[in-house]
């Protein structure tokens, strides 16, 4: 199939692109290189290679996805069969500190792709929502029947574009799959999550801060996430949501003791949770799991030592954080 994977040399979007070559697929990545005013410039363009070089798509088109003129053309010319929406914020606080370029990000680009889906009789569309949809976890572990109560701009954002699918397949007939990763890390990614954020502090600093030692996160390997959104794409189910996550959550101050000890002599300091995000916990995946057949497999204890490996090795990162 021709599968047109938008924010294709992103975090998950790279890796779900060399997972679809390897199966054979003619892939096409559309990517404008947003840096949401947060990346340096000695940051973002050594891990965009790397990313370029993980993707290994067939063609790739440049642009904003909010400009739909300039978009239909990818279209045009690509003719995608199936669509992955990855093309977006990367977090709630960048979102909250960009909120006019954001609703245009996440709004009126959504409607511009699912408008272009349904034009050019795109057979199904994979959208990248979050945990963020939940808000607070009321329930200890969440499935996908609990209703989303998003207390984040981000998360409401996330929750309008799940609406949105929803409406153009009882209006369209478009085919959609949402899928709901949480607490993303791995390689290569840049300094904008909790494990990449600890690990920095860390190497630099000799100290990491964790906000909330108690709270728990469902930390998830970008490689497994990347493999359920593959599952996703390619399977013939269609018009149902997922979590898609390691399904087991784990204290952050787990994670910055696997740091600790992996690289030695770092004090941690503890401060109350950051009311600016949600409580949140382990989802319950089972759904992806049995419909996807997929079982996720990477838990911290693997996951942060090889992310820190990579780190280390990173000469951009030796340069310009100096240690």
Known sequence: MNILILGGHGFIGSQVSQ????????????????????FPDWEYFPI???????????????????????????FLEFKPERVIHLGTYPNAKMVQNNID??????????????????????????????????GDFKEQIPNETVVPNPNTLYGSYKYQGE????????????????????????????????????????????????????????????????????????????DEVFNCTRGRGRR??????????????VKIVTKPHDDFYPNRDTLNSDKAVNLLQFQPMIDIEQGIPEYIDWFLKQKFYR?????
Request: some cysteine; charged content about 25%; glycine content about 6%.
């Open 19 to 38: 997972r679809l070559k390897k199966e054979g697929h003619t892939v096409g990545v559309i990517d404008c290189y947003h840096q949401y005013n947060a």
């Open 319 to 323: 340069d310009n954080l100096n240690f």
């Open 101 to 134: 370029d954001a609703t245009g990000n996440m709004i009126t680009a959504t409607a511009n792709i699912l408008d272009l889906c349904v034009k050019h009789q795109v057979r199904k569309i994979v959208f990248s929502s979050s945990s963020m949809v939940y």
């Open 163 to 238: 609406l949105m699918c929803k409406v153009w397949r009882r209006l369209h007939g478009l085919n959609y799959i949402i899928m709901r990763p949480s607490a993303l890390y791995g390689t290569p990614d840049m300094i904008v999550r909790v494990i990449s954020q600890l690990v920095k502090n860390a190497v630099t600093r000799g100290e990491m801060t964790v906000q909330g030692p108690n709270n728990k996160l469902d930390f998830s390997n970008v490689e497994d996430v990347a493999e359920y959104f593959v599952r996703a794409t390619l399977s013939d189910v269609v």
């Open 48 to 74: 965009l290679e790397q990313r370029k070089i993980i993707a290994a798509n067939d063609r790739t088109f440049v642009g904003r996805i909010v400009e739909d003129k300039a978009f239909e053309k990818t």
């Open 252 to 265: 952050i101050m787990e994670a910055a003791e696997i740091i600790q000890s992996k690289i030695g002599s």
